[in-house]
């Protein structure tokens, strides 16, 4: 007779909201933040945090048992991951924002999500007061991940002429810019955000080595001929006759052979879904309607525009990129 399967999967997944609420304390009190200069027991967390020797002990517990922690001896210290990410001003990039954007804002959101199921309307989002700007804070600094992992994951060297199309964040070309002193990139984005844009590039002290416009990016018609084009986090905001035309625009203002990275989420075919795509295709739709597109359907518009997808590059963490070729 065949042993039953673990059930340890299902118990996983249904009990993850304790995981993430239990982040989203730990770092909000400072938790690793005090275990950034060497190990400690609970009782010195709880007096570093502020909170009890009881709830020290189980925010340090549950990050131990999940992996951002170790513990020896009573005393914890900071994993790799939690070092890089959680620490403060001094990680390698904090992501305190987009825990406080998911706790704050993501995660009372969700619980609209059972008349989505019925009705595949989005929730009602709340962005009065100071919401929006957790909002805000929350996204940017989810896409400074991405754009991270993007440079890590992809070679700029070589490029000369970048187009940053449609993005919502700077960051993605300004990784470019530093990974090749080189290269000169060329943005357009909505007119609501090249101001921003502009004064972030300048703030990098990238100006010199770029220029930026507005255009609303389903109608935006760039003018040049770039060996490189960005169209992140576009697809999921427009509908699939507005990708079209901005992937058909793209491809107008590449010189033949150009490489387009589309970085977006998507839903594949694979043998096994990655989880993260399917997840946001759900946070996509209950917090505002817009769509996790079909890989598939996607790779069809990138034809029909004169690209020839050549890889898929997997971020961790982030979404994934269709790597194309200007044909």
Not at 69 to 95: H, I, N, Q
Not at 107 to 129: A, C, K, R
Not at 248 to 269: E, K, S, T, W
Request: hydrophobic residues 45%; proline residues 5%; glycine residues 10%.
């Amino acid at each position: 007779m065949n042993p039953s399967p673990s059930p340890d999967p299902i118990i996983a997944i249904a009990t993850g909201y304790m995981g993430a609420k239990q982040l989203f304390a730990a770092s909000r009190i400072g938790l690793f933040a005090a275990l950034r200069d060497g190990e400690r027991t609970a009782a010195e967390l709880a007096e570093a945090t502020g909170v009890t020797p009881r709830m020290a002990r189980i925010l340090a517990d549950s990050m131990s048992g999940l992996g951002l922690l170790s513990r020896s001896d009573g005393r914890y210290r900071l994993g790799d991951t939690a070092a890089a990410y959680l620490v403060g001003e001094k990680s390698e990039l904090d992501l305190a924002p987009f825990l406080t954007f998911l706790n704050e804002i993501s995660y009372g959101h969700w619980l609209q999500f059972d008349t989505t199921v019925d009705t595949t309307e989005p929730g009602t989002l709340d962005t009065s007061g100071d919401r929006w700007g957790t909002f805000m804070a929350g996204v940017m600094t989810y896409n400074a991940l991405h754009a991270k992992m993007l440079a890590a994951g992809f070679d700029f060297s070589g490029y000369r002429e970048l187009l940053d199309l449609g993005g919502l964040s700077s960051g993605f070309a300004m990784e470019a810019l530093r990974a090749n002193p080189g290269l000169r990139a060329t943005f357009v984005y909505d007119p609501s955000f090249a101001d921003m844009v502009a004064e972030q590039v300048a703030q990098a002290g990238l100006a010199d080595r770029a220029t930026v416009s507005g255009a609303p990016t389903d109608t935006a018609t760039p003018a040049g001929s770039f060996d490189l084009v960005m169209v992140n986090h576009v697809v999921h905001r427009f509908n699939a006759e507005q990708n079209r035309r901005i992937l058909a625009n793209a491809r107008a203002a590449a010189a033949p052979g150009a490489r387009l990275l589309l970085l977006d989420f998507f839903l594949d075919d694979d043998p096994e879904q990655r989880a993260i795509d399917a997840l946001h295709a759900g946070e996509y739709l209950v917090i505002d309607g817009t769509v996790v597109y079909e890989e598939s359907e996607v790779r069809g518009w990138l034809a029909e525009a004169g690209w020839r997808a050549v890889d898929k590059l997997a971020l961790p963490g982030s979404p994934r990129v269709l790597v194309a070729e200007a044909v």
